[in-house]
């Protein structure tokens, strides 16, 4: 990440530990049960969408080169793809070795037919495709699965935003993507169980749902290139259609029906855009412990889940929060150190193996 926008070093850092704690509440089930509906429970819960920030992040830094003045030339599928597939692949398919593993060892899972089908869905990318890939302690790597799609329609994006204009691209693609996922929410809603239901789950974790969230990041790195510094990432209009959002779910909250599944996004986009604006995040993101989180996150979102997960077996008669602070510290150290492991792992792997066209 660019040391030039210590902003996003800063909002990284605090994301990858909000997941962290997300992970790490969910998994202890009396107190994810006792605090279910809690004003608690549900700050937990939403510290999950740390993952809107890792995504308005990864299409800001990807698009820096091709947005502004002399932008580059779009990319070519083939040119692109091998590029991304060894940032994203190293550090990920370490992972999943680790975690075929380790689940060997703590939960004596040996048996091909068991280990081996999961193991080929995060290899090929497909868990955000299957309701079963959240029912393990590898759930978190649906946002692989999400990034490879983004990966794969990043040339046509670029196209279409050269086309159209990233604001009219961004404005037309929320409008279109955000109403028609809450209508396939409250077709699930209405037939639980059934095909609508499986759908409207899963478009959760897919790029037609999640493309807004993207194309917002790809307009804040145009701004940012337009005027360098800027304390706001938002112009008018951005800044109109993401509070906008926000103020469209809150009335809608206040008429006392069912909150709008893009309410929580559009209320992390704000905070998002907020906290880029404080002063606080552009002094912090200069901090030595902050750039490290910053760089090692993406190791440590790989590993951090299974890691709680084997941990929870040493800490099982613990009583509930007790279990969150022992399980917490232990869990984050040994997340960390895991993490490095996958870094160095993953440095050797393209040092050794990536070819000298996809560098």
Known sequence: ?????PQLHFIRAIAMIGIFLHHL??????LRDAY??????????DLALGVVVFNVMTSFLLAMPYVGENPAPVPTFRSFVPRRLWRLCPHYYVAVVLVVLGNAVVYRVTNPAD???????????LDPLRTQSFMSNTAAYWWLGLLMQFTLAWPLILK??????????TIWATLIAWPLTEALKMWGRAAPGGIGDTLAFLSSFNLPSRLPEFLMGMWMAQLW?????RTWIVDRNLGALIFGACGL?????????????FASLAW???????LFATPVAERLGQRAWVLWLSGASYAIYLVHQPVLSYLDVAFASFAPWLKFVALGAVGWLLSVKEGAYVDRAAAWLTATFEPKKAR
Do not use: N
């Open 249 to 261: 779910c809150l009335v809608w909250s206040l008429l006392g029906w069912t909150k709008p599944w």
């Open 115 to 125: 280990w081996l089908p999961s193991a080929l869905y995060h290899l090929f990318f």
């Open 1 to 5: 990440m660019k040391k030039d926008i």
């Open 36 to 45: 279910a509906g809690t004003l608690l429970g549900e700050l937990f819960v």
């Open 160 to 169: 279409l935003a050269r086309r159209y204009g990233l604001p009219k691209l």
């Open 225 to 229: 290139k337009e005027r360098p510094g």
């Open 268 to 274: 992390t986009l704000a905070l998002f855009v907020g």
């Open 25 to 30: 509440f969910q998994g202890i089930g009396p």
